[in-house]
């Protein structure tokens, strides 16, 4: 049926007072009355006064010619139903939007994508519904936020935001509580900055894998403290060697091994372990053939708790002094404490040494230094007992008490080689002991005879000597078979000289022996 127009006087545009339907016939007649048969299409057309129905129809464009929309003024291009495009959407610097909170929706048919070959600006949200963002070639994909806004990247759900391919960031990475994870085949996650660049993080991090710095340090930066915080009962576990550049707080924790594996601190170079508070022992400290040293004076205190003891179970070369505070050296198992000094070095003991068990010297001699005594005192009635030979390098001062044997045994003072026993005090034998000397080579009281020996508090003299002490030369030819003096009787009455000459003889005999024995014994030299 005919549509009713308004003819303009130029025939430049025709404007339609009612809807013209794409396909219709419109019969126009020029200026010379000659009727014009035209399908409708848009190149007809400048202005529109009401709606138009393509009725299935597409709106083209011949010669490679633009379709363009244009509002007037602050119109808008309004698409209210599903828009399926046959080539380029060029919005000329407008944007897209959608009326009453309703969503923008860019479906490609079948396996097609969605390309963005320029900037994209967002001014709301964008749904990829399960579709993931990817670039074609080697660009990369940049989301680069405007006027100091945030990207917001929300899954619905459950649902993740999964990263594919390295991910380069501009500026902060918020993931709002959510975690950084990875979901196929075990992945690592990689921070990688450039260059120079560091990994800073400003809050607290809470891992729920490995966390691999590939060869880089963990530093902070403006004197902050680096805090490792396991969650409840859980551990702070290092599986490998750790290098610290700077102190460790483990907070009163504990450091521990897992698998009875060892703990080992180790320096680079002549550098040292420094401890500057007290340590608790739960195990072994193994020096590796090093040394525990102090520095500034400092002691070195090995407390046990409560009766805990010291075990030092290995040899111990000490480089300063080791104050037990009034606590024991002890071994166990029967084990023997030996103190060994290196070399020409003594064992110098500057106090008292109260011993609970046996001193063994290993052939070595006690000694005392600037003239100072050694002082052997046993507690109460107890004993200084010596169960070997003695060798003494100077006096022996019992004050007062005496030098016994235990069991019967023999107390033996056996001077060295030629050395002899020298006693410049008086001696006293108990009464009932005796003297007891050898059987064979015997013994000598005075070894010179210009010594002096006196008996019975008598003032002792030099070996008496004097040519009276001659042996007697008997001439009486008496008879001496008898050891008795006969009686000799009255000599003016008969001749008694047989008897007389006898007794001379016998006498003879008896001195001449006792003489014997006494210069046999040196008590008398014999002859002058």
């Given at each position: 049926m005919p549509?009713?127009?308004?003819?303009?006087?130029?025939?430049?545009?025709?404007q339609l007072v009612s809807n013209p339907v794409v396909g219709h016939v419109l019969t126009c007649v020029d200026a010379e009355g000659t009727a014009a048969w035209l399908p409708i299409s848009l190149a007809n057309f400048t202005s529109l006064s009401a709606d138009l129905d393509?009725?299935?129809?597409?709106?083209?464009?011949?010669?490679?010619?633009?379709?363009?929309?244009k509002p007037h003024g602050t119109g808008?291009?309004?698409l209210t139903g599903p828009t399926v495009l046959g080539g380029d959407l060029d919005t000329n610097g407008f944007l897209i939007t959608s009326n009453n909170n309703g969503n923008?929706?860019?479906d490609p048919h079948g396996t097609g994508k969605i390309l963005l070959s320029a900037l994209v600006e967002l001014g709301g949200d964008l749904d990829l519904q399960t579709h993931k963002i990817i670039t074609t070639g080697s660009n990369p994909i940049t989301l680069e936020p405007a006027n100091n806004q945030n990207i917001v990247l929300n899954p619905s759900g459950t649902g993740k935001v999964v990263l594919d391919s390295d991910t380069v960031l501009g500026g902060n990475l918020d993931v709002s509580t959510n975690k950084i994870v990875t979901t196929a085949n075990n992945n690592d996650i990689e921070l990688d900055p450039h260059g120079t660049g560091k990994i800073l993080l400003n809050a607290n991090v809470k891992l729920g894998g490995t966390l691999d710095t590939n060869d880089f340090d963990i530093v902070s930066s403006s004197n902050r403290s680096i805090t490792l915080t396991p969650h409840g009962s859980g551990l702070i576990r290092l599986n490998g060697?750790?290098?610290l550049g700077g102190d460790i707080n483990v907070d009163g924790k504990k450091i521990l091994s897992a698998s009875n594996e060892n703990i080992e601190l180790k320096v680079e170079g002549s550098g040292s372990i420094k401890l500057s508070g007290k340590v608790e022992l739960g195990g072994t400290l193994d020096t590796n053939n090093f040394a525990i040293v102090s520095s500034s004076n400092r002691n070195i205190t090995l407390a046990p708790?409560?009766?805990?003891?010291i075990n030092l179970s290995g040899p111990v070369t000490l480089g300063g002094d080791i104050n037990v505070n009034g606590k024991k050296i002890s071994s166990a198992s029967n084990g023997d404490i030996v103190i060994?000094?290196?070399?020409?070095?003594l064992i110098r003991l500057t106090g008292n040494i109260k011993l609970g068990g046996t001193l063994d010297t290993n052939n070595f001699a006690i000694v005392s230094s600037s003239n100072q005594n050694i002082v052997l005192t046993p507690d109460g009635s107890g004993s200084i007992n010596l169960n070997g030979p003695v060798v003494l390098g100077g006096n022996v001062d019992v004050n007062g008490k005496k030098i016994t044997s235990t069991s019967d045994g023999d107390i033996d003072i056996e001077p060295d080689g030629s050395g002899s026993i020298k006693l410049s005090g008086n001696v006293s034998i108990k009464n009932g002991s005796n003297i007891s000397l050898g059987t064979t080579t015997g013994t000598k009281i005075g070894t010179a005879t210009d010594q002096r020996?006196?008996?019975?508090?008598?003032i002792p003299i030099p070996q008496p000597a004097s040519v009276a002490q001659k042996a007697l030369v008997d001439n009486t030819s008496g008879d001496t078979s008898a050891v008795t003096l006969a009686q000799v009787g009255n000599t003016s009455s008969s001749d008694q000289s047989t008897a007389i000459n006898n007794n001379f003889a016998r006498i003879a005999v008896l001195l001449n022996r006792l003489r014997a024995d006494l210069v046999s014994l040196g008590l008398i030299k014999g002859d002058a």
């Amino acid at each position: 049926m005919p549509i009713p127009f308004l003819n303009t006087a130029s025939f430049t545009g025709i404007q339609l007072v009612s809807n013209p339907v794409v396909g219709h016939v419109l019969t126009c007649v020029d200026a010379e009355g000659t009727a014009a048969w035209l399908p409708i299409s848009l190149a007809n057309f400048t202005s529109l006064s009401a709606d138009l129905d393509v009725n299935g129809k597409k709106l083209v464009s011949s010669n490679n010619g633009n379709i363009e929309f244009k509002p007037h003024g602050t119109g808008k291009i309004l698409l209210t139903g599903p828009t399926v495009l046959g080539g380029d959407l060029d919005t000329n610097g407008f944007l897209i939007t959608s009326n009453n909170n309703g969503n923008i929706n860019i479906d490609p048919h079948g396996t097609g994508k969605i390309l963005l070959s320029a900037l994209v600006e967002l001014g709301g949200d964008l749904d990829l519904q399960t579709h993931k963002i990817i670039t074609t070639g080697s660009n990369p994909i940049t989301l680069e936020p405007a006027n100091n806004q945030n990207i917001v990247l929300n899954p619905s759900g459950t649902g993740k935001v999964v990263l594919d391919s390295d991910t380069v960031l501009g500026g902060n990475l918020d993931v709002s509580t959510n975690k950084i994870v990875t979901t196929a085949n075990n992945n690592d996650i990689e921070l990688d900055p450039h260059g120079t660049g560091k990994i800073l993080l400003n809050a607290n991090v809470k891992l729920g894998g490995t966390l691999d710095t590939n060869d880089f340090d963990i530093v902070s930066s403006s004197n902050r403290s680096i805090t490792l915080t396991p969650h409840g009962s859980g551990l702070i576990r290092l599986n490998g060697p750790i290098i610290l550049g700077g102190d460790i707080n483990v907070d009163g924790k504990k450091i521990l091994s897992a698998s009875n594996e060892n703990i080992e601190l180790k320096v680079e170079g002549s550098g040292s372990i420094k401890l500057s508070g007290k340590v608790e022992l739960g195990g072994t400290l193994d020096t590796n053939n090093f040394a525990i040293v102090s520095s500034s004076n400092r002691n070195i205190t090995l407390a046990p708790n409560g009766s805990g003891l010291i075990n030092l179970s290995g040899p111990v070369t000490l480089g300063g002094d080791i104050n037990v505070n009034g606590k024991k050296i002890s071994s166990a198992s029967n084990g023997d404490i030996v103190i060994e000094p290196n070399g020409s070095g003594l064992i110098r003991l500057t106090g008292n040494i109260k011993l609970g068990g046996t001193l063994d010297t290993n052939n070595f001699a006690i000694v005392s230094s600037s003239n100072q005594n050694i002082v052997l005192t046993p507690d109460g009635s107890g004993s200084i007992n010596l169960n070997g030979p003695v060798v003494l390098g100077g006096n022996v001062d019992v004050n007062g008490k005496k030098i016994t044997s235990t069991s019967d045994g023999d107390i033996d003072i056996e001077p060295d080689g030629s050395g002899s026993i020298k006693l410049s005090g008086n001696v006293s034998i108990k009464n009932g002991s005796n003297i007891s000397l050898g059987t064979t080579t015997g013994t000598k009281i005075g070894t010179a005879t210009d010594q002096r020996l006196g008996f019975y508090n008598a003032i002792p003299i030099p070996q008496p000597a004097s040519v009276a002490q001659k042996a007697l030369v008997d001439n009486t030819s008496g008879d001496t078979s008898a050891v008795t003096l006969a009686q000799v009787g009255n000599t003016s009455s008969s001749d008694q000289s047989t008897a007389i000459n006898n007794n001379f003889a016998r006498i003879a005999v008896l001195l001449n022996r006792l003489r014997a024995d006494l210069v046999s014994l040196g008590l008398i030299k014999g002859d002058a």
